[in-house]
T-cell receptor
Framework: AQTVTQSQPEMSVQEAETVTLSCTYD???????LFWYKQPPSRQMILVIR??????QNATENRFSVNFQKAAKSFSLKISDSQLGDTAMYFC?????????FGTGTRLTVIP | NAGVTQTPKFQVLKTGQSMTLQCAQD?????MYWYRQDPGMGLRLIYY???????DKGEVPNGYNVSRLNKREFSLRLESAAPSQTSVYFC??????????????????FGPGTRLTVL
């Protein structure tokens, strides 16, 4: 089965601290793309960051960075200097043949 | 640009009723998708349309039909709603189908979702 697993249903972090969300995946493909999406209470799905599997360098976007371990099929998201607006559901996703496969999500709460 | 729009935002149906969820995008994208999101699960693909005039089943197509009316619009129809179809439905679009292994990937842009309750 080609699945995406997020083993942390809920997490919390103090404002201004750093938090890491975990994601592992299964795939038989050599090249693919990985994503983290943010879903705030508004329900809008917002792309946070993406990683191309054939690139070894970890992607970064401002306060968001990933730790991509291709051999381990691991793709974690690090949020630095957490802000109240980061409170949301976070979904890890991987490209398939014709769609995206999503994990079950991690609910992140930033505590003032 | 409005991006991807969906109507309605909320809907309550009785078992056996039918309805159509509408989706439109103004980004001139070729590919469009319908997902459903259930509690404790990620988004799952119902149907997709690689280009105008084509549609294909996704992971959970049973109980649904789709129509790619034109390049802009992709509708999802429930012919006889069931409580198991209570969910949040998302439409998305992208420039082209996601391709693993290729040098380029086109981001999927999501609509705001439709919360459907079937009693």
């Amino acid at each position: 089965a080609q699945t995406v697993t997020q083993s942390q249903p809920e997490m919390s972090v103090q404002e201004a601290e750093t938090v890491t969300l975990s994601c592992t995946y299964d795939t038989s493909e050599n090249n693919y793309y990985l994503f983290w999406y943010k879903q705030p209470p508004s329900r809008q799905m917002i792309l946070v960051i993406r990683q191309e599997a054939y690139k070894q360098q970890n992607a970064t976007e401002n306060r968001f960075s990933v730790n991509f371990q291709k051999a381990a099929k691991s793709f974690s998201l690090k949020i630095s200097d957490s802000q109240l607006g980061d409170t949301a559901m976070y979904f890890c996703a991987r490209t398939g043949a014709n769609n995206l496969f999503f994990g079950t999500g991690t609910r992140l709460t930033v505590i003032p | 640009n409005a991006g991807v729009t969906q109507t309605p935002k909320f809907q309550v149906l009785k078992t056996g009723q039918s309805m159509t969820l509408q989706c439109a995008q103004d980004m001139n994208h070729n590919s469009m998708y319908w997902y459903r999101q259930d509690p404790g699960m990620g988004l799952r693909l119902i149907y997709y349309s690689a280009s105008e005039g084509t549609t294909d089943k996704g992971e959970v197509p049973n109980g649904y039909n789709v129509s790619r009316l034109n390049k802009r619009e992709f509708s999802l129809r429930l012919e006889s709603a069931a409580p198991s179809q209570t969910s949040v439905y998302f439409c998305a679009s992208s420039e082209a189908l996601p391709r693993s292994g290729g040098p380029s990937y086109n981001e999927q842009f999501f609509g705001p979702g439709t919360r459907l309750t079937v009693l």
